[in-house]
Structures are given as structure tokens and as C-alpha cells.
């Protein structure tokens, strides 16, 4: 290794140590305890990486933050399961580790990567923005190439990134690889209120509500086995659910996902649907593009959330879900999310009461229904 | 092709096999240092005790070095900024304080003298950058913007895609505010946008800035109000062998690199005025022309410059070797060598 700098003083060195270990998200004076311990778990997920097929980070992450006497086990697929109380019917909650991104597919003679998306985006969002590549040996980082400075429609030709490299077997010295996944830098921002911005708030909100509910959880109240479920590769098309479906089969009597409300809380929005203003509290999805909630589900997710005080709207929005891949064993889908602005953006914007009200119904649902 | 004759000329032959974004942990933590000590305040995280404490100790810490070799500290701390033409004044202020005895003129443009007597030379830097002002305040807590600059330097009309989706900052009169450029959530586009429809560029007229406000009067108690700046929220990224991206990176770096001369303490050669100059995006470079008229004339002028790959995007990139090139250069500039 060649020694390139030499600025920093073991006081330096202390100071950038104690910087990387403490959040950088301080909390705002006017926050409760539930939306300070909701901002720690979130912040902490969403700037931990996971694109689809790589979650490894975020699951570890996860079984960090679950509460001591919780026991997890991962399948073969990569998903996480915790298990809680005894009994039937056994009622199943989960919530996607994963985030969109790209994956390395090649490596040209020039140094720059070749990528294939991993999930549905504007790629016009990554263009010209700072690049991370995830390898085995940690992260390179480089640049999302802007295009060819003729082409001026709004999305871009398909995209390379530079990590500074001028042939492959550079690049290839770097650890980089075909294979390797590819984000950009991203970071928790808390805005004004209660509100916040990110990358992959979807659905790290739901892995974070799942683990806020756990926290919480009268196990002693619990009259059925629940399984709370973090799963893998949703954004590719429900791949991780699949494989905790076909393994449960037909012994769950419902299935709660816990996953993203895609709301047209915007003004770029049309409001013919999917009207759920952020800050309004935990959205019932009772019909979205992959499941409809049969109404007498939605009926008992509205008044358990009466009974307990909880924030609930009830709506229609776009986007999938990991509950469908369980139907087709019998098992009912109760989708529930929480308004997201922005989705699949780098500038996702949530508020952090809803994340609240979404684990608070979580824990209601578990211990009630 | 990408503009290939811009691209500059850089170490890149010798790569090494630990990459060099993880070998450099140096740099990057010196890079958290210069974010947090930035002129301008980053993103508001509501600071708390334990921020503080960190500022404290840092504060605390032994200066870092400079020398004519060692302008990376100042180029990610200038790269880090923001100075819209014509509302420079933050920079600007971080400038005099870097600069002690160094003077403001009345146009903006920040100037320090060196050395006496003949020749009297000038040294310069454009330090502003294309931006954008509030323009707007929505009833609903949104805010519209108007860009600030531009003309030629705007040739591009992918310039003001580069906001949506992204996040930036809002400089009201309480600090910097974050906030973010509304787009469109890709889930709700499906089955409403047809195969071949028109796919026009975003433009500034799109951009909807949500700070996390619900109405006008919360915006206000941020601080903002109609002509606050408003810039991407800067992250400089260093990558590659000493590459640093950003926006306006080959500008900042170059106003580094005489900043750094400057710190250098060259042996000059009669008078220098150092001069990093404001509008120089406005009514044909009215901050150089001003301190000419001012301070002029001048036997010699030489103006601060480097190639920059990626030109007018986010991630435009400068080799930091060159920026070291540049130092000497202007070093012995000042010293008529």
C-alpha cells in the first residue's frame, strides 16, 4: 500500500473514529420517545445497503436491533424469520430487506462498469450522482456517468459508472467485478416536523415497524403463533416471500406485508387514487396491483386500529406485494403500508409519526386478531 | 461520445489493488472534518449534546498543515460550498475568515494583498456558481424556484434535471435547510404512460422543493422566504487515484489551489492582489471588471483555472494532481520565477 496522505494525528484519527460511531441524525427537541426510538431503528437500516439478491448488511442490521430474547433463524433464500408464541392459526407478518440498485454485468475495456438494474426506477434519478460499488472487500466508490451531451430526452441511454479506472484489469484491481451490486451514497436526512428524507425508506419503514413491534410485543398475549418474516429479493419480483410461502404452504391463516403506501401526496400527483397525505397514519392497502384485501379484513384492521387509538387511513395504491405469493395457498393477504412520498427515488420522504402508527397496528394485529 | 477533450489528464495508470476509496481513509475522514466545518451548515439534524461534543474536539484539534502540496483539505471544504452568483456572501465570509487582513470590496469580490511595490499583478478566481432562488412559496408548504445564472453556462438543457429527485439545500435567513426536489413515484406511472410517449426533459419549472412543511407560514418560521438560495445539497466524492467530484468542482478547486498558494506564503515578487471574484455568471463577469475598475490596472493578470471531466453535472471531476500542478504554478507565479 502506498502512503499517500499523511494529515491526520491520532487526535484526528480519534475524532473521524467517534464521528463514524455516532448518528448523524441527532434528534429534534420537540420528539417523543416513540418517534426518537423510530428515528434510530429507521436511520439505521436506511443507511445500511442491501440491493436485491445482496441483503446481507440489512439483515444483520436487523437482527441487531431485535429485542434479546428474540430467536432468528435465516433460510436457505436469505430471509429471516423470528418466530413468537404457540398455537394456531398461525398468522404471518413481512417486510422486504431488499432496495433497488443495480448489478455489475461487465466491465468494458475502458475501466467503466456495465449494469443492469435491480428493480423499477428512473434511471434519469442515478445519472450524473455519485456511485458506491459493494464488493467483497468493501465499497468503491466512483461515478454514475452522465450521458453523451447530445442526447437531451429525459432518460438516459443505459448506465456506466466510472471508478477512475482507464482499463478492466484496473478496474478488476479495485476488487471490482461482474457481479458486485452498485448504489448510490445515500443518507438519512431528518426535514422539518416530523418528516424525513432517504434512500430506501422502502421498506426499510416496514423492517423497522416489524422490529419497533417486536420491541413492544405482549408475548404473554399472544393466542397464536405469529412469524414475523424479513425477507429478500422483493423488488425482482417477490422471490424471498416465495420461498417462505411454499415452506409454510397452507398452515398460515393470513399474512400481513408490511410494505411501501405509494401515495400521490405530491404535487406531481394525480389524485384519482392512492390519496393518503403523509403524516395521516398507517394506510390499509386494501387493493394494489398484485392483491385485493377481502372488505371484511379491512372492516377488522379498521376498528382493531379504533380500539387501540392507532392513525389508519384506507386506500388503493400501485406496486406489488409479498402477502400475494402466499394466497395462492389459501392464506389471506392483509397489506398494510404507510404513506411514502417520492418512491424509489433517492429523496423518499416519510413521516415519522406514521412509522409509529405502523408498528403500533403491527403489535395490535399480533397481540388482538 | 462523452466530451472527450475535456477529460483530464490523471495518474489513473497506476491502479492499486486495495482500491483507492478504501485506502484513503484519511482523506475521508478528513473529508467529515470539512463537511462539518463547512462555511455554509449542511443539512439540519436538529444538533444535539453529542454533535456538539464532536465539534468541541475537533475544534480542539491541531490545524491541519498547508502546504503548497496539500490542497485537498481546501478543495473539499470549497467543494463543499456554495456561493450563487450574486449571493456569494456566505463563501465569501468564509474567505476573510480564512484570510486575515483580506477585504471585501463593495461588489462582493473578496481581495488580499501581497508583498509592494512593481509590478502590480492580479490573481484570480471566479467563485460563484449557476444556482437558484426561491422564486415562490406555495399556501401548501412547496417551493418554487427560479434559476440564477446560467446563459451560456446553461448550454446544457439537462442542467436543471439534475434536481429532481435529489436533495438540496435552501439558505434562509435561520441557516441551511434541507429539503428535496418532488418526482414523480415510479409505481404510479404504470398503465398511464404509454410506449413511446414524448419524454421531455425536466426543467426548473418542474421543480417543487419540500422541505417537510405543511403550509406557507411553517416554511416562514424556517427562515425562507421568497430569493433564498437554494443549491444541490453538496457531497463531494472522492474516487479513483485523487479524482473529486462535485458540483463546480473545477472552479472551487481552482479558487483552492490559490487559496492554498496564498497559504503557502510565496516570496512575491512586487504587488499581488489575490482576488476570488463574485458575478462572474452575471452582466459580462461584473466582479473582475468591478476590481479592475477598482483596484486596476494591473501589469499582469492570471486567473485560476482547471480541466474538469463531467463538465456542469453533479459529478464534475478534477484531478487533485492537477490542482497540485496548479499550486506551484501559481506559487511561482507570485514569485516571478
Not at chain 1, 217 to 223: G, Q, S
Not at chain 2, 12 to 16: I, N, Y
Given at each position: 500500500m502506498r502512503p499517500v496522505w499523511r494529515y491526520s494525528g491520532r487526535a484526528v484519527g480519534a475524532a473521524a473514529g467517534l464521528l463514524t460511531a455516532l448518528p448523524f441524525y441527532c434528534l429534534s427537541a420537540q420528539d417523543s420517545v416513540r418517534i426518537s426510538e423510530a428515528q434510530t431503528v429507521l436511520a439505521h437500516l436506511v443507511e445500511t445497503y442491501g440491493v436485491s439478491s445482496a441483503e446481507g448488511p440489512v439483515r444483520e442490521a436487523v437482527k441487531r436491533l431485535l429485542p434479546a430474547w428474540a430467536k432468528s433463524e435465516t433460510d436457505t433464500a436469505g430471509n429471516l424469520w423470528v418466530r413468537v408464541g404457540e398455537g394456531s392459526p398461525v398468522v404471518v407478518f413481512i417486510a422486504h430487506l431488499d432496495e433497488i440498485g443495480f448489478r455489475v454485468t461487465g466491465i468494458g475495456d475502458d475501466g467503466t462498469l456495465e449494469l443492469e438494474p435491480r428493480g423499477g426506477f428512473f434511471s434519469s434519478l442515478f445519472e450524473a450522482q455519485p456511485a458506491l460499488v459493494h464488493t467483497d472487500r468493501g465499497d468503491v466508490a466512483g461515478v454514475f456517468m452522465p450521458r453523451d451531451s447530445g442526447l437531451t430526452r429525459h432518460t438516459p441511454p443505459p448506465l456506466r459508472v466510472d471508478v477512475g479506472a482507464r482499463s478492466r484489469a484496473g478496474a478488476m484491481a479495485r476488487d471490482v467485478s461482474p457481479g458486485a451490486t452498485v448504489t448510490m451514497s445515500k443518507q438519512y436526512v431528518r426535514l422539518t416536523g416530523t418528516r424525513a428524507t432517504g434512500r430506501s425508506f422502502d421498506d426499510r419503514v416496514g423492517s423497522a415497524a416489524q422490529l419497533l413491534a417486536l420491541r413492544r410485543?405482549?408475548?404473554?398475549?399472544?393466542?397464536h403463533q405469529v412469524i414475523f418474516i424479513w425477507s429478500v429479493r422483493e423488488e425482482i419480483g417477490l422471490e424471498g416471500a416465495a420461498v417462505a410461502a411454499a415452506a409454510l404452504g397452507t398452515t398460515p391463516r393470513r399474512v400481513y406485508a408490511i410494505d411501501t403506501f405509494v401515495s400521490a401526496d405530491s404535487p406531481l400527483e394525480l389524485p384519482n387514487f392512492a390519496v393518503a397525505p403523509i403524516g395521516g397514519g398507517a394506510v390499509a392497502r386494501a387493493i394494489d396491483n398484485s392483491s385485493v384485501t377481502p372488505p371484511a379484513y379491512v372492516d377488522s384492521l379498521v376498528q382493531i386500529a379504533r380500539a387501540r387509538g392507532v392513525a389508519l387511513q384506507v386506500g388503493t395504491t400501485n406496486g406489488g406485494n409479498d402477502g400475494s405469493v402466499f394466497t395462492p395457498y389459501g392464506v389471506v393477504d392483509v397489506a398494510i403500508g404507510w404513506p411514502l412520498r417520492y418512491s424509489h427515488s433517492p429523496v423518499e420522504v416519510v413521516d415519522l409519526r406514521d412509522v409509529v402508527s405502523l408498528a403500533d397496528l403491527i403489535r395490535a394485529v399480533a397481540e388482538t386478531w | 461520445m462523452i466530451r472527450r477533450k475535456r477529460v483530464l489528464r490523471s495518474r489513473?495508470?497506476?491502479?492499486?489493488p486495495e482500491g483507492w476509496a478504501r485506502r484513503c481513509t484519511t482523506l475521508k475522514r478528513l473529508l467529515a472534518r470539512v463537511l462539518l466545518h463547512s462555511?455554509?451548515?449542511?443539512?439540519?439534524?436538529?444538533?444535539g449534546t453529542t454533535t456538539g461534543v464532536v465539534t468541541l474536539l475537533l475544534s480542539a484539534l491541531p490545524p491541519v498543515r498547508l502546504s503548497a502540496q496539500s490542497v485537498d483539505p481546501l478543495a473539499l471544504r470549497f467543494t463543499s460550498m456554495t456561493a450563487v452568483t450574486g449571493l456569494e456572501q456566505s463563501m465569501a465570509d468564509s474567505l476573510r475568515a480564512l484570510f486575515p487582513g483580506s477585504t471585501r470590496d463593495r461588489v462582493g469580490n473578496v481581495t488580499l494583498t501581497l508583498g509592494q511595490g512593481s509590478p502590480k499583478r492580479l490573481c484570480t478566481c471566479p467563485l460563484d456558481e449557476v444556482g437558484y432562488v426561491v422564486g415562490n412559496i406555495l399556501p401548501d408548504g412547496f417551493l418554487l424556484l427560479r434559476r440564477v445564472g446560467g446563459g451560456g453556462r446553461t448550454a446544457s438543457p439537462l442542467f436543471d434535471q439534475q434536481l429532481e429527485g435529489h436533495r438540496v439545500s435552501v439558505f434562509g435567513t435561520k441557516g441551511a435547510v434541507p429539503g428535496v426536489v418532488a418526482v414523480k413515484s415510479v409505481h404510479l406511472t404504470r398503465g398511464r404512460v404509454a410506449t413511446g410517449a414524448p419524454d421531455p426533459v425536466f426543467t426548473v419549472d418542474n421543480a417543487y422543493v419540500d422541505v417537510g412543511a405543511g403550509s406557507a407560514a411553517e416554511v416562514q418560521g424556517l427562515g425562507i422566504t421568497a430569493l433564498a438560495p437554494v443549491s444541490l445539497a453538496k457531497r463531494p466524492q472522492l474516487y479513483g487515484e485523487r479524482l473529486l467530484a462535485a458540483p463546480n468542482a473545477a472552479r472551487r478547486i481552482a479558487c483552492a489551489a490559490l487559496a492554498a498558494a496564498v497559504q503557502a506564503k510565496p516570496k512575491v515578487r512586487g504587488t499581488v492582489v489575490v482576488a476570488f471574484t463574485v458575478q462572474s455568471l452575471y452582466a459580462s463577469n461584473a466582479g473582475l471588471a468591478s476590481l479592475k475598475a477598482l483596484?486596476?490596472?494591473?501589469d499582469d493578470i492570471k486567473t485560476a483555472t482547471l480541466p474538469g471531466r463531467y463538465p456542469d453535472t453533479a459529478v464534475e471531476t478534477v484531478a487533485l494532481a492537477d490542482a497540485d500542478r496548479l499550486v506551484r504554478e501559481i506559487t511561482q507565479w507570485m514569485e516571478g520565477r
Open positions: 410485543l405482549d408475548r404473554a398475549a399472544l393466542k | 489513473l495508470s497506476s491502479s492499486h462555511a455554509v451548515s449542511g443539512p439540519r439534524f436538529s444538533v483596484l486596476g490596472p494591473f
